[in-house]
């Protein structure tokens, strides 16, 4: 997580980096800082917050230096307050620097550095770096360089200023995304592209272990040894995105209503002869009638995504289907194999976990498809294949259209391989995709009556804790549904498959304990129904999602969605979900776009 940018050229660098800082501050936003390198000193601002409040700060400045470095924070080592915020700068004042990543081996390094005499004043990992640097330094920065990010264990993307060199910008990374744009008298570094689109045209990435050297006019590359490299510049256009909330009050709002125009667009051009097929994938170098098995893994909302895809591709293609998070797939050996093919789901393209998952996958030889929104990302570059979902810049940090459109192309996935594997007949392909094609005008129904939605939330704003229950399909659904009510609304909430409440968890129901029963999937009704009985007597106070309430006792409210067939009901489920959750935290006066604690890309693990 964080957000590092770096400025040099001739403009003034301090609006250039709160531009950029804007666009990062999905990454994290408890606290941002900026430096300037002035001659022979630093300015540095930091505030603690959001970057509203370091724009405060600085707003009556008029800061002429051509050269500096910013940072938007999402804290991993001390709590969120100024000192803590980045830059951090070396006791000497020789150093500052940004970074995004965690040194793992810190508290050794400012041991052994307090032992010589240095002062550390926050409580921060990332201090360490200006202080070795300063401790390396004899007026050579690149060697000070090579010999602090050697002895360094863990993630980086660093910049770094140094005070006899200014209008010079140092970088270093390892696992940690970092990028250099090259303008017209103008270079600039990020973490994320979008925040150097308005002054480069050609974009480099920085690959583990290089360093580079931006100036204005020059940009230079070296490797870990020092040993200068030459690397290319190329143009990527950046999905020019519309960045307003249009006529809705947040942005999650606003990507709630898009879903059904971004579905329907990642359908188009799928269809041939009435049924799905992925170019994409169409020259896949293993027969994927020959799988194994297959793994899906990936983290939060997507993992949600992969356990809905799982039912399908299950069902469809008759393939196993292991599905995991991938925090706990990268360190438990798993029995990956040119034979089993390793999805990895994840909007950003850049969550720390999922990356080091797919790293293992390609290890063991397996093949990756990557299905991913950001598009270039790290996930994206190194997959085999590439799903594209197509969600367009999701800039809530609680993720809507991005799940669904994971979701949707979990189940184009499915369609596709069940053609290829004939695991289902023309006739049931056809079926399928039609009802795929009809998902997004269901959808727009569900949105057409967001107000009932709304009423229904009103007295659950209350709330100390909530339950979802469902089976099957209604249970991927009831995970996902449960995630988003607890990180925007922060009302504790779990999720349960309606059959396992029994074994335990009904203990905790009492009088007017709120249960939310997700029962679309028409199969297994009966048994859910069963399940809600069995927590009403109980007390529980139960509010019913379903297709058809006929069969609900009277007692309990319900939300109607649109018929579907059982295996796409997770696509229809979620959006009143996501509704209300939505009208939820809106009702409890919460930060709905940029929740606590919470950052929108999650690099570190
Ligand atoms: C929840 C949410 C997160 C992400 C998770 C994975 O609303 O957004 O749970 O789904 O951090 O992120 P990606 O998909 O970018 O890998």
Known sequence: ???????????????????????????????SGIALSDHKNFSVFKSEGKLENLIEKTKNLNNLSETGIGHTR????????????????????MFTVVHNGIIENAEIIKEALESKGYRFISDTDTEVIPQL?????????????????????????????????????????????????????????????????????????????????????????????????EKSFKKITTESSDNSK??????????????PEKIRNLLKDKIKNKKIFLNEIAELSLDITKAERLYIVACGSAYHAALAGKFAIEEMCRIPVEVDVASEFRYRNPPVSCNTPVIIISQSGETADSIAALRLANSRGAIVI????????????????????????????????????????????????????????????????????????????ILSDSDTIEN????????????????????????????????????????FAAGELKHGTIALIENNTPVVALCSNKQLLKKTLSNI???????????????????CNKNYKTIIIPDCTDIFTPLLEIIPMQLFAYYVAKKRGCDIDMPKNLAKSVTVE
């Not at 997580?1 to 994290?28: F, H």
């Not at 999402?74 to 004042?93: I, Q």
């Not at 249009?246 to 879903?259: A, C, T, V």
Request: hydrophobic share 35%; charged share 25%.
């Open 533 to 551: 009985e069995e927590a009403f007597s109980r007390g529980a106070d139960i509010l019913c999602v379903c297709k058809d309430k006929t069969f």
């Open 456 to 495: 229904i939330s009103e007295k659950y704003k209350e709330k100390k804790e909530l339950f979802f229950i469902g089976r099957n399909t209604d249970f991927a659904a009831a995970a996902e549904a449960s995630l988003k009510l607890k990180e925007i609304s922060y009302i504790n909430s779990s999720a």
């Open 246 to 259: 249009g006529n809705f009050e947040h942005y999650m709002l606003k990507e709630i209503f898009q879903q």
């Open 1 to 31: 997580m964080c957000g590092i940018i770096g400025y040099t050229g001739n403009n003034q660098a301090m609006p250039v980096i709160i531009k950029g800082l804007k666009t990062l501050e999905y990454r994290g936003y408890d606290s």
């Open 74 to 93: 999402w804290a991993t080592h001390g709590k969120t307050n100024e000192t803590n915020a980045h830059p951090h700068t070396s006791e000497d004042g």
């Open 370 to 445: 990557g299905i991913v929104n950001v598009l270039p990302s790290t996930i994206a570059n190194e997959s085999d294949y590439v799903i594209a979902t197509k969600a367009g810049r999701e800039i809530a940090v609680a993720t809507t259209k991005g799940y669904s459109t994971q979701v949707a192309a979990l189940y184009m996935l499915a369609l596709h391989i069940a053609g290829i594997k004939k695991t289902l007949t023309d006739k049931q392909l056809e079926f399928f995709t039609n009802e795929l094609i009809e998902i997004p005008e269901k959808i727009e129904k």
């Open 133 to 229: 640097l300063s401790y390396h330094y004899d007026g050579n920065v690149p060697e000070a360089m090579r010999k602090t990010f050697s002895s360094l264990d863990g993630s980086f993307a660093v910049a770094i200023l140094c005070r006899n060199e200014p209008g010079t910008i140092y970088a270093a990374k390892r696992q940690s995304p970092l990028v250099v744009g090259k303008g017209e008298n103008e270079n600039l570094l990020a973490s994320d592209i979008c925040a150097l689109s308005e002054h480069a045209e050609v974009f480099s990435y920085l690959e583990d272990g290089e360093f580079a050297v931006i100036r204005k006019d020059s940009i230079n590359f070296f490797d870990s040894s020092l040993k200068p490299i």
